[in-house]
Nanobody
Framework: QVQLVESGGGLVQAGGSLRLSCAAS????????MGWFRQAPGKERDFVAT????????NYADSVKGRFTISRDNNENTVYLQMNSLKPEDTAVYYC????????????????WGQGTQVTVSS
């Protein structure tokens, strides 16, 4: 079992930056692959980024490549999402998720989810 708590969301102007954090409980965080997903009002939950358990592999949605960076600190049981050059279309609730084994871009592969943090980008 793992519990996930996101933080760092907020309101930012287009072109600005935010860093999201996801703190995980438990002593087995380093065995989990982690992902970030987002859901805008009236839309499905979309993949944003994923990282494997060691941090040696990452993958991104095309819409955020070159702007977002996922990273993790296994000593701190935390995964991060650095978001730069934000656009109004990045506005959404951002969720972190955890799964055993490999990193994945598919939301249904993830067993554990946080409650989400709102990111709003104004134009």
């Amino acid at each position: 079992q793992v519990q996930l708590v996101e933080s760092g969301g907020g309101l930012v102007q287009a072109g600005g930056s935010l860093r999201l954090s996801c703190a995980a409980s438990g002593r087995t965080f380093s065995t989990f692959a982690m992902g970030w997903f987002r859901q805008a009002p009236g839309k499905e939950r979309d993949f944003v980024a994923t990282i494997n358990s060691s941090g040696g592999f990452t993958n991104y949605a095309d819409s955020v490549k070159g702007r977002f960076t996922i990273s993790r600190d296994n000593n701190e049981n935390t995964v991060y999402l650095q978001m730069n050059s934000l656009k109004p279309e990045d506005t959404a609730v951002y969720y972190c998720a955890a799964r055993h084994n490999f990193a994945s871009s598919r939301s249904y592969d993830y067993n554990y989810w946080g409650q989400g943090t709102q990111v709003t980008v104004s134009s």
